[in-house]
């Protein structure tokens, strides 16, 4: 059964493994499969983001944020990210986070969501975004820089709260 | 004669004032109409960017910086912004900023530029970003809180460089 909570202090070494997981493939997150543990945490914790962790049984097995996408005039459209450990998917792990965000961001004050990259490759994802309501709003020419493929594209996703 | 060169700490004050009087209208911008002096001017000089200014006869007319739009895998996309002083409108300030950063851009290394958010409404922004090679690949439903229009939608503009 998983639960998800508001991440805190002590569960950044879990979510790091994850993040490291995750980032390593660079095939899905444009941030450099070998960044530090202290930068990215920093990051996956900023003050300006609500961060939250999936719990299986005890074990962190995904993470998620959700923060206002732009400041000001443009805040009350939210942005979020999302990782599940490797170790755990196809659990529907993603998708209870996503459910979750959603009425989470609802909950924020947010009346929209939009993701700015997406990468188009990431079938998976693309796929799970549709079918939570997102609509592919734009598609970004050569935006990723895929470990495997090269430059390849990233689709910009939107959704109303 | 308007001359283009990178910010120094001592334009500070008077990139500000460009900043303040833009940011007054709430019509082009998501930053709050009464940011601060401290923290508009860390945000356009942070570190991450490149910033410059326009003087034209001693005056700072206007100001932009360019920066990568996302970091790692996706740093090779340039993201921008540009101001120029109400006095100043109407003089060609704007395109010939736009026209500086684009080869400033390419001569910094990146391979295209990314806009993630032109005000649809602001119609000389887009006119003048589509006459110097922009597209437009995605539309923000209701992304911007207008000061006289409400929620208004936002441009997602690219080119190559």
Chains 1, 2 share one sequence.
Do not use: C
């Amino acid at each position: 059964m998983v639960e998800i909570r508001i991440a805190v202090d002590t569960d950044k070494p879990a979510v790091w493994q994850i993040i490291k997981a995750v980032i390593a493939g660079g095939d899905t997150y444009v941030y450099p499969p070998d960044s530090p543990e202290d930068e990215m945490t920093a990051y996956w914790f900023g003050r300006e983001k609500n961060t939250y962790i999936a719990v299986d049984d005890g074990t962190i097995v995904g993470t998620f944020w959700i923060k206002a996408n732009q400041p000001g005039l443009g805040s009350h459209v939210a942005n979020a990210a999302y990782m599940v450990s490797p170790d755990a998917g196809g659990k529907g792990i993603g998708r209870q986070m996503a459910e979750f965000s959603l009425k989470e961001a609802r909950r924020l004050g947010f009346s929209a969501m939009q993701f700015n990259f997406v990468v188009k490759s990431n079938a998976v994802a693309v796929k799970l975004w549709q079918s939570v309501g997102f609509e592919i709003i734009g598609e970004i020419p050569n935006a990723f820089d895929h470990s495997r493929d090269g430059l390849t594209n990233a689709y910009i996703m939107y959704r109303r709260l």
